[in-house]
């Protein structure tokens, strides 16, 4: 039986949510499907399968967060046995834990206690998982001991290379066969828990009976995807929560004051079209502008922390990407040192990924300014909520020709509205209309 | 503090006027005419060395003048970034000093000592020229400054100028020249072929094959050196006198008066034996140019009219005092003669005041906005060279063309000098890695073996083992712990202050240039009789009381060192370093690698951390001394260490402070060493840590008597917690061996420091530093540092709130490394505690 294990996106993720799995159990999955999606604090991704078989136990359901690198399920053949699930966290009986599931198929899940070890020792928090002293990674490193099973006995829960060697040197102490170690290891049996069998040494049936021991929940199935029908009410779904709350906490805190600029994209079609090798989008020549005139006003690109102003060096530029089910900000980092074609090339990137469910909490995170544009879908002007940390966003409207005045004649132009959304608490009127002054004037000189 | 000096009430009670005497001033009124009349040393040939000379000297410092502020000197281009202080003004002092003197008279100077160095060189050359001097000249590092003159320029054209060609050269006196003026200017311009590879510079250049010992840097800073300089030759009975050359304002400097008063000790003419009787050859020789940079002592920063009443405050003899007009060659002259004949009728010491004027700034960036005009155009008129050409010319020994000739040869030296220093082909820069260069010559890690040496007849008053000291040892015990286990008193078995003791009887009756001084060293066996029965062993050349003069203990074991003697000074308690401040982190530490790795500087410095005396008496001062490059530091713990670590000390060719510990003197006996105190003679390594006891659970390493304390923690968290304690005695804190420690961690995983110097600045949080990078995947938790407050040393009783006891340990343990089962902490180590602390500068 192999185990699918919840993988660690981004270095800063912890834990993460399963929103959906893409397959049941008695599905046939193959490295690389689609199995499963994850919410972490930020985005919504689609996970693949990293084994090849028969689905046959989902051991956490949607709606349930477990750290990272839990084992989530099993995959196998399709005539072989089911190890101990108790191995797992899994327990019988009725479910205790919330299930977030959709109305439409209400299903009994069991509560599974997340990478909770086996071992004889304390779990560990996870907080305390993070105290591990040098020694101690080195020894579980050439040991091949799971940090997190370890109880660490250092100030505060630091786990000690002692720690480490305690928890190997007991599975150690118990007479077993190497295949019944290595197994135990893998699927995270302690060793001293499992009764030998014949001559006192513990063999690979030992541990795969003790696996297999575990009476097994009911399987969760027929999750279907939530569809939207009038009056009906939809539990909100981890994005869409998360959506709620940044936003909120965002319009209520920061208060909020607006400044719009026409601007005459006139030369900007010019520059677009002027093009041999590529073409860049007017988002990526807005990006661009965005970034100059942040390097002159330098203030905008700031964050506001309470007692104290952090004005950011490097510019790394947040663009909101619009899903079915909300939307998410991949961030260009360092945008200030990229050439248009970069910016045309890393954003496609982004935004490929965003509309698959691939980004990495790297992907969208770190942003110190955002930028939204909703012209594609005909809109002239908005305003839009700062994407926090960040001061300021800017809010783009369509491009489309207008009748201007020009030197006293009347002309048509392209003209876009830009509107710049402003924490006051940072940035003053005057920051943010230089600011727009600026970006106005990039834009219509074209020169970037 | 002897009993052969009895402090007697009824003298001491008597009433009478104490007479200072007189000081003469500018008694000097005789000519050059004057001189050639008489029979005396002022030939023609002579008189006409000294034109030249003083010429030499203005042209070199003219054109480090031009260099400096123009970058260019007689169409040669360079740049000189470091210090040039000039005596433009000052030459004839300089000229009139060297007339007397010879190679084995030896000069320390000051900043401003280019002329000094000319003057003594030009003197040596001449002096030298021969064999001597072409030995000496292949000699002094492969003869690279020879090689270089000697390719270059070798249009030999010998100086024929005076009357009947009074100055005549050779052209082995020209080479000598020319070796004297590049080795000089390669080493102001901070270049390897220097005369100390580039390591002094202008300000501490010296050459000591001529005499010329090191220049100082710190105003006054060779007075004492000079000092030591002169006891070695008094104690040695080696050829010649010490001068210190020093500037007016380095008397108010306290190592001044300290190092006059050394030098006039009343024992040398009481208490001395026979042998040695008689005072210091040494000249105080106050270079009196009426300005320190700008200040003027004399009338504005001191109360004195003029330099030489200080002799009167030194002693009954006013120390021979004189001031006298340095303008003039010849009355300095004069006055040497005089002087140094005082000196060889063992009258010394001498202090002696040459006005003169120095006509240029303090440095080339001088503003002279502390003086008018005037004074200096007034000077000019005057100029010592001027006057002393007239003088010349009155004679009938030259003409203005003879003059104008000399002026022109002096270019051609000074010109070939420059062009050869400046050419960056020719003259280069060492290069300076952690592998390569000065960072080789910190040291000169010389050891010699005293093990098997001819024991000594001469300089000791007894036989060795029928010292009474030796004796009462030989009744002792060598072991601090008997059969059964138990510790063996102070009383009965060998200490730490008799293991030392045992040393330095060894290396007295074995090395002849040993002497040992300090405060109440004879008589009272030092403060805490560690030199008991030595004072029976030994004359007084060889051991004496020195005055209350911190700085001058140390500045003159200095000097006496670079002699060649080996100086084992003391300082009674470590807190005293301060007061000797610059004569250990200045002089001790740096001479031997400013001197370019020629000099070895055996000076090993015994100072004493002591216990229960309060905030001024109680201090580990071992990080300052091992933050200061040059001085090796060793803290002996143990009677075994402190006798073989004193005796390698007293073996090699290094500074070392020498810490002690007074909680261990009379009563800590040999616990470690199973075979305890060797009766024999051995050495134990400088720079090796030792492991006391293995373990293998935590690793605990301490610096000095802290040992014990850490003993009886380990001990305690063995018993009751299990807890395998490796305990290292640190031994030397420069060098550290850290291998040792390294292996230890490896093991263990778990490191605290111990030590009862203050927390801030330690040296164990360089350790800490360092064995965490050096040992990061094998650490369970940062080293935890055990040691005394940031506060000052409270008293005696309250000493345990300070100075780290046994629990600390496991405090340590408990709170930074892992928490003790049922153990409850005593002292707040926690990260949150320091940050708290953190904001009241206490921790």
């Known amino acids: 039986m192999k185990e699918i294990k919840m993988p660690q996106m981004g270095q800063s993720v912890e834990e993460a949510t399963i929103v959906d799995w893409l397959k049941k159990e008695g599905d046939t999955v193959a490295v690389g499907d689609p199995i499963f999606t994850i919410q972490t604090d930020k985005a919504e991704i689609e996970c693949e399968a990293s084994e090849s078989g028969v689905l046959r136990k989902i051991l956490v359901p949607a709606g349930v967060e477990v750290p990272v690198f839990t084992v989530v399920a099993l995959v196998g053949d399709a005539g072989e046995a089911l190890p101990d699930l108790a191995a797992y966290g899994v327990k019988g009986g009725a479910a205790s834990a919330p299930a977030p599931a959709p109305a439409a198929a209400a299903v009994e899940v069991t509560a599974p206690v997340a990478a909770v070890p086996v071992a004889a020792n304390a779990p560990v928090s996870a907080d305390a998982a993070d105290r591990v002293s040098p020694r101690a990674r080195k020894a579980a490193q050439s040991k091949g001991v799971p940090l997190e099973q370890v109880a660490g006995s250092g100030p505060e829960g630091r786990i000690l290379s002692e720690d480490v060697l305690a928890w190997a040197g007991a599975q150690d102490g118990v007479r077993s066969t190497p295949t019944a170690r290595k197994i135990a290891r893998e699927s995270g049996v302690d060793l001293t828990q499992v009764t030998p069998g014949h001559g006192g040494r513990v063999t690979k049936d030992d541990v795969l009976g003790a696996i297999g021991s575990t009476p097994v929940a009911p399987a969760a199935s027929g999750a279907a995807a939530p569809s939207l029908v009038a009056g009906q009410v939809t539990p909100l779904t981890p994005m869409r929560r998360i959506i709620a709350q940044r936003m909120a906490e965002s319009k209520f805190s920061a208060p909020h004051f607006y400044v719009t600029v026409e601007v005459d994209m006139q030369e900007c079609v010019r520059f677009r079209n002027s093009g041999t090798a590529f073409k860049p989008s007017f988002n990526d020549l807005i990006m661009r502008a965005t970034a100059r005139a942040i390097q002159d006003f330098p203030l905008v690109n700031s964050r506001w922390k309470g007692d104290s102003v952090e004005t950011v060096a490097e510019i790394n530029l947040g663009f909101a990407v619009a899903l079915d089910k909300g939307l998410v900000v991949p961030v260009l980092k360092r945008i200030e040192r990229m050439s248009i074609q970069d910016i045309n090339r890393e954003s496609k990137v982004l935004i490929d990924k965003a509309r698959n469910g691939k980004l990495l909490p790297d992907d969208y995170s770190g942003n110190t300014f955002t930028i939204s544009n909703l012209g594609g879908f005909g809109v002239d002007h908005f305003t839009a909520i700062i994407n926090q940390p960040d001061s300021a966003i800017l809010a783009i409207g369509q491009i489309k020709d207008r009748v201007v005045v020009i030197d006293g004649g009347i002309c048509v132009r392209p003209i876009m509205k830009l509107t710049l959304s402003s924490d006051h608490r940072v940035i003053d009127g005057s920051v943010a209309a230089q600011f727009m002054g600026r970006l106005k004037t990039v834009l219509e000189k074209a020169d970037f | ?843």
């Open chain 2, 1 to 843: 503090m002897t009993k052969a000096l009895m402090v007697r009430p009824d003298e001491v009670r008597k009433g009478f006027t104490i007479n200072l005497g007189e000081i003469k001033v500018n008694q000097y009124s005789k000519t050059l005419k004057d001189e050639l009349k008489g029979k005396g040393p002022i030939t023609p040939a002579r008189a006409m060395r000294i034109y030249r000379d003083m010429v030499i000297i203005r042209e070199f410092e003219t054109m480090l003048d031009r260099i400096k502020k123009t970058q260019v000197y007689e169409g040669i281009n360079y740049m000189h970034a470091g210090p040039a202080h000039l005596s433009i003004g000052q030459e004839a002092a300089a000229v009139g000093q060297s007339v007397h003197l010879n190679v084995s008279d030896h000069l320390f100077g000051s900043h401003r000592s280019h002329g000094e160095v000319i003057a003594k060189g030009l003197r040596a050359v001449e002096d030298l020229q021969g064999k001597p001097l072409q030995a000496l000249m292949e000699g002094y590092f492969g003869g690279e400054i020879l090689k270089t003159v000697e390719s270059h320029e070798k249009n030999f054209s010998p100086l024929k100028a005076g009357a009947k060609d009074a100055l005549k050269t050779t052209e082995a006196e020209e080479l000598g020249i020319d070796f004297l003026l590049y080795g000089l200017l390669a080493e102001i311009f901070g270049k390897e072929p220097g005369f100390n590879k580039g390591m002094g510079g202008s300000m501490h250049v010296f050459f000591t094959p001529f005499g010329v010992y090191p220049n100082n840097a710190l105003v006054g800073g060779s007075a004492d050196i000079a000092t030591g300089a002169a006891l070695y030759k008094k104690v040695r009975g080696a050829e010649g006198i010490a001068i210190a050359n020093i500037g007016d304002a380095s008397l108010g400097c306290g190592p001044v008066w300290e190092a006059m008063g050394f030098a006039s000790m009343a024992q040398f003419n009481t208490l001395w034996e026979d042998s040695h009787r008689g005072g210091m050859p040494i000249i105080f020789n106050f270079m009196n140019n009426f300005y320190g940079m700008g200040g003027q002592p004399i009338g504005e920063t001191m109360g004195i009219e003029r330099i030489a009443r200080a002799g009167s405050g030194i002693n009954p003899d006013s120390m021979h005092a004189e001031c006298v007009d340095a303008n003039n060659p010849l009355s300095v002259a004069d006055a040497y003669a005089r002087k140094t004949a005082i000196l060889k009728e063992g009258r010394g010491p001498v202090l002696l005041e040459l006005q003169c004027y120095r006509q240029t700034g303090h440095s080339p960036s001088d503003q002279s906005s502390y003086r008018e005009r005037e004074e200096i155009d007034l000077w000019r008129s005057v100029d010592p060279l001027l006057e002393f050409g007239r003088q010349l010319v009155d004679a009938g020994l030259a003409t203005e063309s003879t003059l104008a000739e000399v002026q022109a040869y002096a270019t051609r030296k000074v010109s070939k000098a420059c062009k050869l220093a400046a050419d960056e082909t020719i003259c280069t820069r060492m290069v300076l890695t952690p592998h390569q260069g000065v960072s080789q010559m910190m040291w000169s890690s010389e050891i010699e073996d005293f093990s098997k040496t001819q024991v000594l007849t001469e300089g000791v008053l007894l036989k060795e083992e029928e010292n009474p000291r030796v004796l009462a040892i030989a009744k002792k015990s060598r072991k601090g712990i008997d059969e059964n286990g138990a510790v063996i008193k102070g009383n009965k078995a060998v200490t730490y202050g008799e293991a030392i003791f045992e040393a330095v009887l060894h290396h007295f009756y074995r090395d002849p240039s040993l002497v040992a001084y300090g405060e109440e060293n004879r008589d009272w066996g030092g403060a805490f009789a560690v030199y008991q029965g030595l004072t029976e062993a030994l004359p007084h050349y060889r051991l004496f009381n020195s005055p209350i003069s911190e700085g001058a203990i140390v500045g003159t074991a200095v000097g006496y060192a670079l002699e060649g003697g080996r100086a084992l000074v003391e300082l009674m308690y470590c807190d005293f370093l301060g007061r000797a401040g610059d004569e250990v982190f200045n002089q001790m530490a740096k001479w031997q690698a400013m001197s370019g790795g020629y000099c070895k500087l055996p000076v090993i410095l015994r100072v004493s951390v002591g216990s229960k005396y309060g905030a001024q008496h109680s201090q580990d001062w071992t990080a300052l001394c091992a933050h200061i490059p040059g001085l090796k530091v060793v803290f002996p713990a143990t009677p075994y260490d402190a006798k073989g670590m004193m005796a390698t000390a007293l073996s090699g060719s290094d500074p070392v402070v020498f810490f002690e510990s007074q909680r261990l003197y009379s009563g800590q006996t040999e616990v470690f060493h199973p075979d305890g105190v060797p009766a024999d003679y051995y050495r134990v390594p400088i720079g090796e840590p030792r492991i006391v006891k293995e373990g293998k659970d935590l690793t605990i390493l301490t610096f000095g008597a802290t040992l014990y304390r850490a003993h009886e923690a380990a001990l305690e968290l063995e018993s009751k917690y299990g807890v395998s304690v490796e305990l290292i005695d640190g031994r030397s804190l420069v060098p550290f061996n850290y291998d040792v420690l390294y292996q230890s961690v490896k093991k263990t995983g778990k490191l605290i420091l111990g030590s009862d110097a203050c927390e801030r600045g330690s040296y164990l949080h360089t350790i800490a530093s360092n064995i965490t990078q050096m040992a990061f995947d094998h650490l369970d938790a940062p080293p935890a540092i055990v040691a005394a407050h940031n506060w000052i040393v409270p008293p005696a009783e309250k000493e345990e709130d300070f100075f780290p006891q046994p629990w600390w340990f496991l405090d340590a343990y408990h709170t930074q490394i892992k928490p003790l089962p049922g153990y409850t902490a005593q002292t707040n180590r926690t990260p949150g505690e320091m940050l708290f602390l953190s904001k009241y500068g206490v921790a």
